[in-house]
Every structure is written in structure tokens, then in C-alpha cells.
């Protein structure tokens, strides 16, 4: 799809399709958007997750609050009858109205800094691509426009931190960590409401009609969304904004925060922690750096909006992103310098692939081919694909560069950095290593997904592609 939003910037749009009379190839593209039919694999894992995924980020959190981070202790609690539900739960901090004035003024805050501050960054800042960006063509054929603010919203937000932290002291740097789970209930309270909004939105006043998919089954519906671009008014966009603030421009904040809570507990910040906040610095600063690109990814041009992402957005990210600084609070952990070195080089390496196949794939797409790769002219498979209306795209699949290593190289480089992240947090304890074995269920998932979308879309041309690049993470291997 990306080539087809290079064309659409380019103004070339008879490049790029041609009008299609043939009705059998109409019945195939149907269906490269999101699934009509829910499987009963999907439909279980759905319910799952409905059902577990805030009792898992409430374990996580809890474990670190009563447990020092022990995901095991809890269990032996309970199993031995030392301690009953009822007991951990009566120690849990329940919603308080001070959390609850912190969290609607930090939303009400990024919806002013991402609805009525258009980008300036753009205009000053050479190299980076803001202000108003056209997304992907959705299955129906629409492209959206996107008011592409994130890098500016992140950093107002932080310059506002730390003019608080070293000149305002209107309140404490530690004021995350301090509220930490009666944010969670906040942060619950946003999730639940807005995927049951976009939920009723769709029903009644969807922004597209044609680009909502009802599967008739109420959770499959609920969880993986109806709307696929779900929006008020010309600008507030459900996806661009849940996905990157608050929880995104959180992250940081969030590690921040710990840092400044070891500060007041040890009297100094390890360097685990720095690392961490370093490391997740960088990636939570490519993200917004790379907003624009971001329109392509598969959470914006596949997903629809729902729980998955209303939810996940608002609670997962923020609560499990971040859970190696909220772990070096109660374990602080001092590198040996080798060490420490070791897992920046890790992070670091595992950035640069994580950004420059990304960056290979935006580069050929952008350009139609007509760049450089690694100095040479790219490789690639010429396929194509219909929309609803008949429309016949075409485009073209990269197969050199570190897309003819791998047919996902950069979710390799992601996981070479996460896995960074959490050894900086020794081996005491499970719990920071969530992350990495998370995120290597996510991708790899997220593989299988694309790959079932990609050949939906591109048929036999997929099959071209990837027996051309036969492996998905790591050559040789997967
Ligand atoms: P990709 O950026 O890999 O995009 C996949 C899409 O790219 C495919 O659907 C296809 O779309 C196109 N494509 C696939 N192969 C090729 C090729 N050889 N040449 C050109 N285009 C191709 O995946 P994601 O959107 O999932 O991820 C983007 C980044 O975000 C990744 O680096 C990932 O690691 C990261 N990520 C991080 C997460 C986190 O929670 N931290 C979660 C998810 C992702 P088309 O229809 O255009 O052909």
C-alpha cells in the first residue's frame, strides 16, 4: 500500500491503477481487509483475552506493589492458605479522586496538544515529515488525511515535565509511581469507555459505513473493532491518537518517573535504569519521529478500532511497556560495566535493524523503486491487487536489502532490543522478561496475520514472493 501513498504524494494516480471489469477478482479482494468469518480459534482466543488480559496486567502490577516483582509468591500464598483473594485485594489502592484528576487532565491535555496544535516541528526541523499526511487506500478504496503532530505533542510534553521537575515543582517527578494503581483503574475506566464507544459509534454513526465489517459475533466485534477508521469531526482520529498518546507519550514519562523514584528511595539512578530510559527513549522517539510512516504500518491500515486497540492502547502499552523501570524501583540493579556495555551495543544493534529495514521498505515504496539499497538498485516482485470498487492497484514486494534476509527483519531487530531491555535487569527475577516473550508472541503472530492478509491481497504473487524470501524472522531458521 505504501507505493500507492508515495503515487498519491507524487500525483501520478495513473500509475498506479487501472479500472478492473473483471468480477471474479472483486470476490478475492474483498477480503484483504480484516476476517468477515470468525474462526473458532479466534473466537476462543478472544474470549481469553477479554476475560484475562486486565486480570494479567493487574497480576503484573499487584506482584511488584505487595510481592517485590515475585510472580511467584502471590501463588505460593494462596496455595498454602497464607493469604485469601480477598486479602490481596483489600491491599490493593483502589481509585482515588486525586488519580483520577491526574489522569483526565493528562487526556484532556494530549487531546488539546494532538486536536488544536497543528504541527510546527516540520516547518524547522529538516529531515522530519509532519503536518497534514495522506494514510493508505482502506479496502473501499478511501484514503484518509492525518494531522501528523506526535513528535511536537511529545516534546511540549516533556519540556513541561522537566520545567516542572528542576523550576515549577508543581508536583513530583514521582507522581506516576506514586499513583501507579489508581491510575490503573483510570487508565481501565478510558478503556473500556471508548471501545464500547467506538462499539455504539459504529452502529449509529459510523465515519465510513463502507469500511466497517460486522462479523455478526458481539465479542469478536467488540474486541478486534467494527469502524476501521473511526473519527469526530475532520481531525480527531480514534487510531492515530489512542495508538501513540497518552500511552506512547506516557512510555517515557512513566520510566521517568521511576527514575526519579529510585532517585528518592536510593539516593541515586542505576545505570539499568538509565539504560532502560535510554533505550526506550530512542524507541518511543523514532515512533513519534516516524509518525507518518506509522500510517502504513499493519495497526493503522489493517486493524479496526476496538478493544484490542482502545483498550490495549490505554492499558496494556502503559502498564506492561514499562514494567523494567517499575522492576528496577524495587530491585535496583548496578551493570558491571561490561555488562552494561554488552546490552547497550544489543539495543542499539537491534535498533538500527529494527529501523533501517523499516526504512528500506518506506524508502523503496516512496520512490517506486527508483532508490538505492545497500548502493545498489533493489530487487523486487511486481504483483498486484483489487479494491472494492473494481480498481485494479499495483505494486511491488522489496526482495533485497534486509527484506532478502528475511521476509520481517525489522520484528527481529524489535526483539533484539527488547531482549536488551530486560537484561538490564539481571536475573533475579521473571518478571521484567515478560516483555521479550510477549513481544515474540505478538510478532510472530503478527507475521502469520500479515502473511494470511498479504496473500489475500496479492495471491499468487505473494507465493512468488516468498519463495523468493523463504524465511519470516531469522534466516535459516523461522
Ligand atoms: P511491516 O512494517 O513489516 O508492514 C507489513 C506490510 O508491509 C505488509 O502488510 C505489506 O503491506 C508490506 N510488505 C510486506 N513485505 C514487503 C516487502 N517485501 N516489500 C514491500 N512491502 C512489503 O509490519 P508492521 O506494520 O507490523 O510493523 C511496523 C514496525 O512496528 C515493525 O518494525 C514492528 O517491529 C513494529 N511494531 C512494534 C510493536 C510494539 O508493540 N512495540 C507492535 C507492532 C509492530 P502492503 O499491503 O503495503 O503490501
Known sequence: ??????????????????????????????????????????????????????????????????????????????????KHLSDIWNKTPMLTYRAAGIYTLWVAFQVVLYVFIPDFCHKFIPGYVGGVQEGAVTPVGVVNKYEINGLQAWIITHVLWFANAYYFHWFSPTIIFDNWIPLLWCANILGYAVSTFAMIKSYFFPTNAKDCKFTGNFFYDYMMGIEFNPRIGKWFDFKLFFNGRPGIVAWTLINLSYAAKQQELYGEVTNSMILVNVLQGIYVLDFFWNEAWYLKTIDICHDHFGWYLGWGDCVWLPYLYTLQGLYLVYHPVQLCAANAIGILILGMIGYYIFRMTNHQKDLFRRTNGNCKIWGKK?????????????????????TSGFWGWAR???????????????????????????????????????????????????????????????????????
Open 1 to 82: 500500500m505504501q507505493d500507492i501513498m508515495a503515487a498519491h504524494q507524487e500525483k501520478k494516480p495513473e500509475e498506479r491503477k487501472h479500472k478492473s471489469t473483471q468480477n471474479h477478482t472483486r470476490t478475492s479482494q474483498v477480503q484483504w481487509g480484516r476476517a468477515w468469518e470468525v474462526d473458532w480459534f479466534s473466537l476462543a482466543s478472544i474470549l481469553f483475552l477479554l476475560m484475562f488480559a486486565p486480570l494479567i496486567v493487574y497480576y503484573f502490577i499487584m506482584s511488584c506493589d505487595q510481592y517485590q516483582c515475585s510472580l511467584i509468591d502471590p501463588v505460593i500464598d494462596l496455595l498454602t492458605e497464607k
Open 378 to 398: 533493489p530487487e523486487y516482485i511486481e504483483c498486484s491487487y483489487m479494491s472494492v470498487d473494481g480498481t485494479k492497484y499495483y505494486s511491488k514486494l522489496l
Open 408 to 478: 520481517h527483519f525489522n520484528y527481529t531487530g524489535d526483539l533484539m532490543g527488547s531482549l536488551a531491555y530486560c537484561l538490564a535487569c539481571g536475573f533475579q527475577h521473571i518478571l521484567p522478561y515478560f516483555y521479550v516473550f510477549y513481544m515474540t508472541i505478538l510478532l510472530i503472530h503478527r507475521c502469520i496475520r500479515d502473511e494470511h492478509r498479504c496473500f489475500s491481497k496479492y495471491g499468487k504473487d505473494w507465493k512468488r514472493y516468498t519463495a523468493a524470501v523463504p524465511y519470516r524472522l531469522l534466516p535459516g531458521v523461522f
